[in-house]
């Protein structure tokens, strides 16, 4: 019964993929939780892409980004030390 389960799952993700080729999930992820089938809303947002400058010469500059999966769930955040010519100069990131 688990098996067969586990086969329409599978097989119900790959035509949901088939219609909507974004779509972000596989069998395994709905397994897990199916909450992110209520958060998915198949709205195709622009993303901009944003190039690093280099601070001035002879200064550092810190970039940092955080990210979170839904309103309540899984955060971490990243942050990176560079020179004026874009040499890591230290990183740090953490899970939240």
Known sequence: MTLLFFLILTRLCAWIKAIFSDFPYCALDLLISAEGL??????????????????DLYTLKWNVDRSSKGKLGPAGIGVVLRDHNGIVMGFFFQSL
């Open 38 to 55: 209520v958060c998915w809303d198949n709205i195709k947002c622009l993303r901009v892409l944003t190039l690093w400058n280099p601070p």
